[in-house]
């Protein structure tokens, strides 16, 4: 696999479930840097439904921390929730508690996206209890988690950069991708 040649740090979110054995259908995270764009092309590549998410835990704690929302119980019936796809964390998490998105948060300094339509990116970060939402240049995909973009955001830059202050090691860049 392209990815794993280019990032060989990476390991299934399946790992350690009952759905282990699945290696080739499961979701993965990768630690990843600024290069990805460069280093993973190709006609059959895409990389439109990645979710780049920057924080400074283990590959492993992410791992276990993510695992709690894989399975999810949905009138009696065990489901698979799809958060590592982009698309589909863009669709649940409005619909979540505030509770609940704190809690996949967690250690998390931000959630970022590429916008399919245009040459953007979205990215999401928590700040006291509240899910924000910005819009950014793709190729601020993999700067600092604040966004310069719109007015209203620069009202957030010194509490996210607090938070990313507070966060030892330096956060790394790490992706989903099925």
Excluded at 128 to 137: A, R, S
Aim: overall charge negative; glycine content about 4%; charged content about 25%.
């Amino acid at each position: 696999m392209l990815l794993q040649q280019a990032y060989p740090v990476y390991q299934s979110m399946f790992k350690g479930t009952k759905d282990e054995a699945l290696s080739d259908v499961a979701p993965y995270l990768f630690e990843i840097d600024e290069l990805l764009f460069e280093k993973v092309t190709g006609p059959l590549v895409s990389l439109k439904a990645i979710l780049v998410m920057q924080s400074g835990d283990s590959m492993e704690k992410l791992c276990l921390h993510f695992k709690n929302f894989i399975y999810q119980t949905i009138n009696g019936r065990e489901n698979y929730l799809r958060f590592w796809d982009a698309r589909v964390l863009n669709k649940i998490l409005p619909e979540w508690t505030p509770e609940k998105t704190q809690d996949f948060f967690e250690d998390i300094l931000s959630f970022s996206f590429i916008n399919e339509e245009d040459d953007t990116a979205v990215r999401l970060i928590m700040l006291h209890g509240k899910l924000q939402k910005m819009k950014i240049h793709r190729n601020e995909l993999f700067g600092s988690p604040i966004a310069t973009g719109e007015p209203n955001q620069q009202s957030v830059k010194a509490e996210v950069e607090d938070k990313m202050n507070v966060q030892k090691p330096r956060p790394t860049r790490r992706f989903f991708y099925e």
